[in-house]
């Protein structure tokens, strides 16, 4: 089955700079790939996705690439804000049915 | 996005016994999920419940622990049955709309004693 794996587990950056987080999955029919938010205590947020017929999603500060070759993807926060501290996930979707999480980086965002 | 209304949103409650969570939505859907995320970690799908059918679980995850409910397209329930302090965690309902796309409910934060 999928597996996805998400580096760093604990990221912490100076207001202002650029946050990057790194996702590699393994099954090849994944084809759909998004990106929650979830702040303390809260629901988790879907913040932006990409489809596997496209390399690089932008949506205002926020960034999403993807390698289908080497089976890896990123999430870019550019100008980073303190409202950006979250716990950031990363999710791979072999199927319709189906949606497999990577374990989460927690952002920091140091003022 | 569809608007997902879960219930209890909290809860503490004995060992050996059972829960039921509750996830309306406030639009018809397909295919409602349910997930575990234990504290600090990331969701894991514990089944997929679609109407009229029975819940396809993971692996790890059984019906006689996790009965799940789905009587029509806007509804569905989890019961946590015969609990112990190792199901203490937060369960989240989610619905799909479009392709894959996923949104989450406010989740259930299950505490057993």
């Known amino acids: 089955g999928e597996n996805v794996e998400q580096h760093p587990s604990t990221l912490s950056v100076q207001e202002g700079d650029s946050a990057v987080i790194k996702c590699t999955y393994s099954d090849s029919a994944s084809n759909y790939f998004p990106w929650y938010k979830q702040e303390l205590g809260k629901r988790p947020q879907l913040i932006i996705d990409i489809r596997s017929n496209v390399g690089e999603k932008k949506d205002q500060r926020i960034a999403v690439t993807l390698n289908k070759t080497a089976k890896h993807f990123s999430l870019h926060i550019t100008e980073t804000q303190p409202e950006d501290s979250a716990v950031y996930f990363c999710a791979a979707s072999p199927s319709a049915s189906k949606i497999i999480f990577g374990s989460g980086t927690r952002l920091s965002i140091r003022p | 996005s569809a608007v997902i209304s879960q219930k209890p949103s909290r809860d503490i409650c004995q060992r050996g016994t059972s829960l039921t969570i509750q996830c309306q939505v406030d639009?018809?859907?397909?295919?409602m999920f349910w997930y575990r995320q234990q504290p600090g970690q990331s969701l894991t799908l514990i089944a997929t419940?679609?109407?009229?059918?029975?819940?396809?679980?993971e692996s790890g995850f059984v019906i006689d622990k996790f009965p799940i409910s789905r009587p029509n397209l806007t509804f569905s329930t989890l019961t946590v049955s015969n609990m112990s302090p190792e199901d203490s965690s937060i369960y989240l309902c989610?619905?799909?709309?479009?392709?894959?796309?996923?949104?989450f409910g406010a989740g259930t934060r299950l505490s057993v004693l």
């Open positions: 989610s619905t799909s709309e479009g392709e894959n796309i996923q949104y």
């Open positions: 419940a679609n109407q009229g059918s029975e819940a396809t679980y």
């Open positions: 639009s018809q859907v397909t295919m």
